[in-house]
C-alpha cells in the first residue's frame, strides 16, 4: 500500500470512518488490542524508563548480553546505512541501541531509550511490542504505527527464544525513519534471531557433554536405576534403563524433592550443573554438606551428597559472598548482602549480578528471595591457622 494511502486508511480506521480499504490483519488486531487498552493515538509514553542501575542490571542478567557481538556483528551494515539496532529484554525494555549518533538522536526524540518501555500498551502498535504479542517477526511501516508521533519511523523485530528452555530472552529490532527500514529487513531480523538461538543451543549442549563427562564415573558406582538432568530437564545420562530425553521439572526442583513426573518416587541430589535422580530408591535421602574451606592457600567449597562428592573454586568476591551466607542461614537481602560486602546497601545491581553468576556454578545450592543457602543442607566453614 503507497504511504500516502497508508496515512489517509491509519486517519479514516482510527477515526471511526468507514473506509474502502484497512490496513493488514496483524495491524487491525494490533490497533484493537491498543485501542481497548485506552491508548490515544495522539498519546506519549506513560510508563518511565528505568533507571541506569535498573538497566545495568537488567543487563548483566540478561542472557542476550553474552550474543551482542555475534548481534552487532550480523547486523553493523545496517547500522552503517543509518538504521538503529535495538535489543529489548521480554518485557519489551530497551537495554542496548547500537547506531549511528544521528539515528539516536532521532530515536530519542521519540523516547526510544534506553529502559524505556517499548510495548504495545505503552506506545501501541510497534515491531518490537507487537512481535511480543503475537510471538514472531513483524515489520511495522510508518503510518501503521498506532501513536501518531510513531508514523515517521519504521521498524523490524523478532523475538529470541532459548530452544533449549523454551524461555523467551527478548527481541531484536531494526528501526529507523520511514523510508530507511523496508519490509526486506523482516527476513534479517528473522535470521538474526535464528542464528542467536543455535548459538544459545550450542552453548547449552557442551554444558550438558560437560555435565555428561561429570556424570558418567558417578552412575558407574550407583545400582539400580537413576539419571542426570541439567536444569531444563534434559538428559546428560542414565543407568539401569531408559529415559525420556527431556522430562519436565517442578519450579521448586531441590534436594527435598521425592517424587517427579514420569518417574514416581525420586531421591534427588545436586550436581555441579545438574541433578543426579535416583529411581525407585528405597533409603531415605542423605543430608547434602557444605563446606567452605579458608584454610589452604585457596579457598575451595567442598561438596558431599549420599552418592558422591564435588568441588568448586570460588573467586574472593564469591568467597565472601558464602561466608556472609553461611553466618546468616535466615538469608539476606540484595541490599542486606550490599551492606555486608561493600558498605553500601545500594549496591544491589552488584550483588544480585555476582549471585546471578554463583548460582549458575552452585545451581540448587543457593536459594533467592531472600539470597540463602539451602535449608537441606548442612553447611559450615573451616577457618584457616
Known sequence: MPEREAHLTRDRVLADHASCSSPRPEISASWRRVRRAGLAPGAEPQVAPLTDAQIEYRRTTSALAPLLPLLHSCLQPVVDDGALVVLSDPEGRVLWRHGLPGVRRLADRLGFVGGSAWTEANVGTNAIGTCLVLDEPVHIAGPE????????????????????????????????????????????????????????????????????????????????????????????????????????????????????????????????????????????????????????????????????????DPSPRHTEILVVLLAHPEGRSAAQLAHDLFADPTRVVTVRAEMSRLRRSLGALLETQPYRVSASVAAQVVAGP
Open 145 to 312: 504505527h498506532y501513536v501518531e508521533s510513531h508514523t515517521r519511523w519504521s521498524c523490524a523485530a523478532a523475538p529470541v527464544h532459548d530452544p533449549w528452555t523454551d524461555e523467551l530472552l527478548g527481541a531484536v529490532d531494526i528501526s529507523g525513519p520511514a523510508r530507511s527500514v523496508q519490509r526486506s529487513m523482516l527476513a534479517m531480523v528473522g535470521m538474526t534471531a535464528r542464528l542467536a538461538e543455535t548459538e544459545v543451543r550450542r552453548e547449552h549442549a557442551a554444558e550438558l557433554e560437560r555435565l555428561r563427562s561429570y556424570a558418567a564415573p558417578v552412575l558407574a558406582r550407583i545400582p539400580g536405576r537413576a539419571v542426570v538432568l541439567d536444569p531444563a530437564g534434559h538428559l546428560a545420562a542414565a543407568t539401569g534403563g531408559l529415559a525420556p530425553s527431556r522430562l519436565v521439572l517442578p519450579s521448586t526442583m531441590s534436594s527435598a524433592s521425592t517424587w517427579l513426573p514420569t518417574l514416581g518416587a525420586v531421591v534427588v541430589e545436586p550436581l555441579p550443573g545438574g541433578w543426579l535422580v535416583r529411581v525407585d530408591a528405597t533409603e531415605a535421602p542423605g543430608a547434602t554438606s557444605l563446606v567452605l574451606d579458608l584454610s589452604g592457600p585457596r579457598p575451595v567449597l567442598r561438596v558431599r551428597t549420599p552418592s558422591h562428592t564435588w568441588s568448586y
